[in-house]
């Protein structure tokens, strides 16, 4: 009878008593313990082993009562919120999947987090870590002024508490709190008319207004030839007729921003049949070159004349002359076809922010604003500012374009499928997508030729078939 009472007492389940772990037996077929972490109504958030025996169960379900109720030696001094975002954003805490190292922030991306947490995070930062809550992280949404924000605020919420639960300032049960709606705002940030799904290179149809004119791109074109730029114009005097070319490149040879920032001299080849061939073979991506996306190296066609008239041919082949020149001459080491201000490479946030959006607005394509909090003195970038009675800049009113600078690549795809009659599989090996589906279905009836060329042949077909009956 006392070795049954033994036994029995061996495989019953148990709670610690805080009531925030529970040890159940093995079931029939296993032979560990399972471990349950509770939340404040008893329901299940997490589970995990607890060894063969009821002892060895015991001693792991304390352990893992006592990190759900304490800090581990990461947070055992935090209190509020403040010190977990110190926590997220110190580049020296250690990360659970690269062997304990943290790939350092880039100074930008501390500054937007900096940002966002300054705004919008201040009931959950000054609040007692064991006081967070989904109330509180509501609190923290409704501040945003668009939705835009609240989903970047979202975000890096998210990302702290992962980081606060996995690293003990936050309890198991606090691992969802940002999970939480608020109502939407209606227009508070202009859409494009047909955004397309967030889902990578998405193989959604590509329509008509989302393509830049050609009228657009030599605009475009010649407001980057107008643009000044001092410094580059102490290496050569006609520099900038270098920013018109990289326009007419990017439109009609199909190259990414990044791709064009990589690209040097010996990579223009003169095809045996007079065109010049663009060897694609790398790009600047966040400072370093990489392969092309998709790890996917190729040749590239360009034409000797754009539809408004450039002689891109020429253009091309008299920049790489040049570019080679200056590397002789040391202000241009690399070779580059489009080189820094001072003789580097471009990264391209700085390009667009400095080229780009400039030409653009004198170019007069379609913009497109939306007010956003700002907390740096210096509004750059911006076109107007609202400030408090301090003089301090409090709202900013920023500004996108309904086409951005990729899409540049839509209308060479439009232009290869519209005028240079291309088939799928050649307009690929050109322009570097994934596959002939992806550009059958993203680019093929997008265009206003493929559609008026099918209404014809229906219009013909219709009439045939009226000749047909009255005969």
Not at 116 to 128: D, E, R
Request: proline fraction near 5%; hydrophobic fraction near 35%.
């Amino acid at each position: 009878m006392s070795t049954e009472t033994n036994r029995a007492d061996e495989s019953r389940a148990f709670v610690t008593r805080s009531g925030r772990v529970r040890a159940n037996p093995p079931v029939s077929g296993s032979l560990y313990w399972r471990l349950e972490v509770l939340d404040e109504n008893g329901k299940r958030i997490a589970q995990t082993t607890g060894g063969r025996t009821r002892a060895s169960a015991m001693s792991k379900a304390r352990e893992l009562d006592r990190r759900q109720t304490a800090s581990t030696e990461a947070g055992k001094n935090a209190s509020t919120g403040h010190e977990l975002l110190q926590h997220f954003l110190d580049p020296a805490r250690p990360h659970p999947t690269r062997g304990g190292r943290h790939k350092p922030w880039a100074r930008n991306t501390i500054k937007g987090y900096e940002r966002i947490a300054a705004c919008y995070l201040g009931p959950l930062l000054s609040a007692s870590l064991s006081d967070w809550s989904k109330d509180l992280a509501k609190r923290c949404y409704a501040k945003c002024p668009t939705n835009n924000e609240v989903i970047k605020t979202r975000r890096l919420l998210s990302s702290m508490i992962t980081t606060g639960v996995r690293d003990d300032f936050l309890r198991a049960e606090q691992k969802g709190i940002y999970d939480v709606t608020v109502p939407l705002i209606a227009s508070a940030r202009p859409q494009r008319s047909n955004p397309v799904a967030q889902h990578g290179e998405s193989a959604e149809l590509i329509t008509p207004d989302e393509v830049p004119t050609n009228e657009a791109v030599h605009r475009l074109a010649r407001a980057l030839y107008a643009l000044p730029a001092r410094r580059l114009r102490r290496l050569r005097p006609d520099i900038a007729a270098l920013w018109e070319l990289l326009a007419n490149l990017a439109a009609y040879a199909g190259l990414r921003e990044s791709e064009l920032f990589a690209l040097a001299a010996p990579d223009v080849l003169a095809a045996a049949g007079g065109l010049p061939t663009v060897r694609v073979r790398w790009q600047m991506q966040d400072g370093k070159l990489e392969r092309p996306k998709g790890g996917k190296q190729r040749l590239a066609v360009v034409t000797r004349l754009t539809p408004s008239g450039y002689p891109l041919y020429d253009a091309l082949i008299n920049r790489a002359d040049e570019a080679l020149q200056e590397q002789r001459d040391g202000t241009n080491p690399n070779a580059l076809m489009f080189p820094a201000p001072r003789g580097g490479y471009w990264n391209a946030s700085n390009f667009l922010d400095r080229r780009f959006d400039v030409a653009a607005e004198i170019a007069g394509w379609t913009a497109l604003e939306w007010s956003t909090p700002k907390m740096e003195r210096r509004v750059s970038g911006a076109r107007k500012a609202e400030l408090d009675g301090d003089g301090k800049v409090v709202m900013v009113v920023r500004r996108d374009w309904k086409h951005t600078f990729h899409s540049l690549r839509h209308r060479y795809a439009s232009t290869a499928i519209d005028e240079w009659n291309w088939t799928p599989g050649e307009l690929l090996a050109n322009g570097g997508w994934m596959d002939d589906a992806f550009v059958r279905n993203r680019y093929y009836g997008a265009s206003n030729v493929v559609h008026a060329t099918a209404a014809e042949k229906q219009r013909r077909g219709l009439s045939a078939g009226g000749a047909r009956a009255a005969a």
